[in-house]
């Protein structure tokens, strides 16, 4: 049935669903004098698929929180006396700040706007030779030289360490039961939450190895920088090691056998973070009830605290909604799973 | 105080595979195939005492190894209880896994690990060392101790077993389970195995081993016969043997194939099965005897003709038994 | 045509200095016997010691290192399309399918061998009435009890009339009064025709047979009837006759 459910799913997902397309980014204006010309290009933006208009600022140092609190992807900033200036001189600038956290993105949604800009610069113009000008000055923040792997290095980290603690987990367990072994451990004095530890510890010492190789990896070959603080990354990663853990636990107590753990983690786990948890595909362009399933991927939380702490250079105190999601969601899994796991066979 | 003490156990259990009910202690009615309509519906109940070698025997699918997991505390009985060294299997589940030996079905230990390892490691798990323990293992250690630094995956079938042993017993246990030990076992080595069991016994542990060998069941102190989900009959094997109802007399001719279906057919005769190089042949009428009956088989046409009566073995207890 | 090998009249089995090694490991060491039609032929010896990669090669699924076989006709190194064509096998690992029913298991197997339709209805019914089996005729394999499953296996090992079939310890575990009636299943197929060669644990089983083989380290030990080999070996049963040679054993734990 999976099978031939599959292909369909996958369609429907990627032909609606899953798009690289930006859409509906969220865009800030800083208009310090309110004209026509300034009001028509925000319509302008603001009617596009492309963009929402989400705030309208007054002053620079509103910038930076915007970026910081991720409440918009762009921020336009128009010279003051904007209609003035261009009817009289010909010449105007508008500045376009974008968070190129995701280049890709990035240089698409400028674009856009660029290419609004210039459409209104046609309509004053009309058929006549356009003597007008708006110049946008486009400046990327957080990765001005717009190195792809930005974006993709939090999603490693995501992937593996899921792949590692989860899946690794859950099949070591769950071979215990299927070679007979579980059964003589069982019958012994060792406390099942020992067994547990043992099967765990392994796979939580290989993810903290590979946590501290991907880190060297990218800040050294990839160029990468850590732009805030390692201590704050090191933090969120072992919550983040603690909740792939417990969910191996948790596939464990599911299934006895080691293909179907394998499934489970595979379709179950690694599918919904390649696909929902923004690494690949931007969640802002997904249908709402996708991004409702996107606030349960765990990975999506991981991925975006990480994106903060090592690109945007912010400390712990802005990931805490990511950390306490994270931790709320660790206590739920342990607490399951402990109490699933069988100290008896059935 | 017994060993092991069940009272009125039952486990009923749904399998998916067969689509039927499975089971010990359960109403037959509920079971597959049963013939035997006279079992009762209170479950299974035995005692073994300290230092027996109490065995269960039956084929496949009978209740051993259902029987074994409640008894090692590894899955609940539907009703009934049951105690080993005085605790309860239910309530005392910690205690009792801290002081029995369990060898389940298949040979699980660790494949990838080595024989000292696999060894090292369930000494630890019980919280003691090889050297603690070293004589009660000596004899069956030494047969393998050569291979010590081999994997066990790469270990022919008797030699796994003679490690499994050694591991079960490492902390030395009170009570031995072993669940069908010698299954799939060539006949030399389970006849090794059970010389082992025998020291075993001299040492004062308690073994409850299940096993479809028939003939291995003269080797235990007692034996309870389970088929289907019920124990048949719980004796020593001397007594079940002497328990056996009609004579029975083993004949041989030079075509045995012909000489089974003959005497099969001949209305004087009860039951006859082959049983290797002769046949076993049950007799309940008083009148027949062993003259009249070679004459008879002569006369259709035999040659070498001889009949003799001899002493019934389990295996012919269990027939007997499971057909009524 | 020219391509079957002659082989001695009445011969179904022929091995020639059969040898198969692994590396430096020799499982099978130079073994040669023969086994005639309608033989129960018993393949004895501890595990390890050889049994089930000599009945390999025999069955065409392995291929001799050196030596040569030949089995209902054909060369098990050149002709083992052929030979599989004309053999049975039953394991006691593997035999039927589970989910399907037993009539649908005969016709897949009958089909695999290359049975006609119409053939394999016949016959179907024949053997629901031989085994009794006509109630059980559309229920899951699955769900039928061991014995029976051992069975019906070995019917629909010889269901295609192959010349000899290999069972491989048939009746592990199975129930006594079981364990009898598929012997007796053996002797009617042998008085058909059918040649059987079977491995077993079981020593009385080794007394139903026509003659018997031990190996031991890869070798043949012995191989006569079970009778002279108890007179050989100055023993009553052929437990004692397995349990002399087998101590001879230097292959202690592979």
């Known amino acids: 049935m999976i099978l031939l459910l599959m292909p369909i799913i996958q369609i429907i997902l990627f032909g609606f669903a899953l ?71 010909g010449k105007a600038h508008i500045q376009l700040i974008a968070d190129a956290t995701d280049p890709n993105a990035a240089t698409s949604f400028t674009f856009y706007a660029s290419n609004i800009i210039a459409s209104y610069q046609q309509e004053l113009a009309g058929p006549v030779a356009n003597p007008y000008q708006i110049i946008p000055e486009v400046k990327m923040l957080y990765n001005p030289q717009m190195i792809g792997a930005f974006n993709f290095v939090p999603g490693v980290l995501g992937m593996i360490m899921l792949l590692i603690c989860a899946m690794m987990t859950s099949i070591a367990i769950v071979r215990e039961k299927e070679m007979g072994t579980m059964e003589i451990l069982l019958v012994s004095p060792m406390k099942p939450i020992y067994i547990i530890l043992s099967k765990i510890t392994p796979y939580f010492v290989l993810s903290c190895v590979n946590f501290a190789t991907i880190m060297l990896l990218s800040v050294f070959v990839l160029k990468v920088p850590i732009a805030g603080s390692f201590i704050s990354l090191v933090v969120v990663s072992l919550l983040y090691i603690f909740l792939s ?102 | 105080m017994y060993a092991i003490e069940v009272k009125n156990i039952s486990k009923n259990y749904y399998s998916e595979k067969s689509g039927k009910f499975a089971g010990i202690g359960v109403n037959p009615l509920l079971l597959e195939e049963s013939t035997n309509n006279n079992f009762s519906n209170e479950g299974i109940s035995f005692d073994v005492e300290k230092g027996e070698i ?15 997991r409640i008894l090692t505390t590894l899955i609940l009985a539907d009703s009934g209880n049951a105690s080993v060294d005085g605790f309860d299997v239910v309530k005392d589940y910690k205690e009792i896994r801290k002081r029995v030996g369990y060898m389940p079905g298949r040979f699980s230990l660790y494949q990838d690990l080595t024989v000292e390892e696999n060894l090292n490691f369930f000494a630890t798990v019980f919280n003691t060392t090889i050297e603690e323990n070293y004589e009660l293992i000596k004899d069956i250690y030494q047969q393998i101790e050569p291979f010590k630094k081999r994997r066990a995956g790469k270990l022919s079938g008797g030699m796994k077993q003679k490690l499994a042993l050694s591991c079960a017993l490492i902390h030395k246990p009170s009570v031995l389970f072993l669940d069908e030990p010698t299954t799939g076992v060539d006949p030399v080595s389970r006849k090794e195995f059970w010389g082992m069991l025998k020291k075993l016994k001299d040492q004062g542990i308690t073994i409850l081993v299940s096993t479809p060998y028939m003939d291995e ?11 289907n989900g019920q124990f048949l009959k719980i004796d020593t094997p001397k007594n079940i043997i002497s328990q056996y109802k009609n004579k029975l007399w083993a004949v041989q001719s030079d075509t045995m194939y012909k000489l089974l279906t003959d005497l099969r057919a001949n209305e004087l005769t009860k039951n006859c099965f082959a049983f290797g190089d002769k046949h076993h042949l049950s007799i309940d009428n008083e009148q027949l005897t062993i003259d009249d009956l070679k004459e008879i088989i002569e006369k259709s046409g035999h040659t070498n003709v001889v009949i003799t009566e001899i002493e019934p073995t389990i295996e012919d207890c269990f027939m007997q038994l499971s057909q009524v | 045509m020219n391509n079957i090998p002659q082989i001695k009249s009445g011969k179904v089995i022929t091995a020639e200095n059969l040898t198969k090694k692994f590396g430096h490991f020799t499982a099978v060491d130079n073994i040669s016997f023969e086994v005639e039609r309608g033989e129960i032929f018993g393949f004895l010896g501890a595990n390890g010691a050889g049994k089930t990669t000599a009945m390999r090669m025999l069955c065409g699924l392995s291929i001799p290192t050196s030596g040569k076989g030949i089995v209902a006709g054909f060369d098990i190194e050149s002709q083992t399309e052929l030979v599989k064509k004309s053999i049975g096998y039953m394991s006691q690992k593997f035999s039927l399918y589970d989910d399907l029913k037993v009539w649908e298991n005969i016709e897949l197997f009958g089909g695999i061998y290359g049975m006609k339709d119409n053939e394999i209805k016949e016959k179907t019914d024949e053997l629901m009435k031989v085994l009794n089996f006509e109630n059980e005729r559309d229920k899951l394999v699955g769900s039928l009890p061991l014995g029976f499953k051992q069975k019906l296996a070995f019917s629909v090992s010889i269901f295609h009339s192959p010349q000899v079939v290999f069972l491989d310890e048939p009746t592990g575990g199975v129930d006594p009064i079981t364990r009898r009636q598929f012997w007796e299943l053996i002797y009617d197929a042998t008085s058909k025709g059918i040649t059987v060669f079977v491995t077993t644990h079981y020593m009385d089983e080794a007394e139903y047979c026509d003659r018997v083989s031990i190996m031991v380290d890869g070798r043949i030990e012995a ?32």
């Open chain 1, 245 to 346: 853990l417990s969910l191996g636990l948790l596939v464990s107590t599911m299934t006895d056998s080691q293909q179907a753990a394998m499934l489970i983690s595979g379709m179950g786990l690694m599918l919904p973070v390649m696909l929902l948890s923004g690494m690949i595909f931007p969640v802002e362009n997904m249908p709402v009830p996708l991004q409702w399933l996107s606030d349960i991927v765990p990975a999506k939380w991981y991925i975006s605290a990480v994106k903060s702490i090592m690109i945007k250079g912010l400390g712990i105190s802005s990931v805490l909604k990511e950390v306490a999601i994270l931790s709320f969601m660790s206590l739920v899994m342990i607490g399951i799973s402990l109490k699933k796991f069988k100290i008896r066979l059935e």
């Open chain 2, 217 to 227: 069941a003269t080797l235990c102190d007692r034996i309870a016969l389970i088929q």
């Open chain 3, 223 to 254: 191989l006569d009837s079970p009778k002279n080999l108890k007179k050989q070996f100055n023993a009553t049963s052929m437990e004692e006759v397995f349990h002399q040679l087998a101590r001879k054993s230097t292959r202690k734990a592979d």
């Open chain 2, 54 to 68: 109490f065995g269960i025997i039956g084929p496949d699918g009978a209740g051993k190894t259902t029987l074994f």
């Open chain 1, 19 to 89: 798009t690289t397309e930006v859409k509906n980014t969220e865009v800030a204006v800083l208009v310090p004098t309110n004209d026509d010309a300034t009001s028509r290009i925000i319509d302008k933006i603001n009617a596009s698929a492309y963009f929402d208009v989400v705030a309208k600022i007054h002053t620079t140092s509103e910038i930076q929180p915007i970026f910081r609190d991720a409440k918009a992807k762009l921020v336009m900033v128009f010279e003051d006396h904007f209609a003035e200036r261009l009817r009289e001189t």
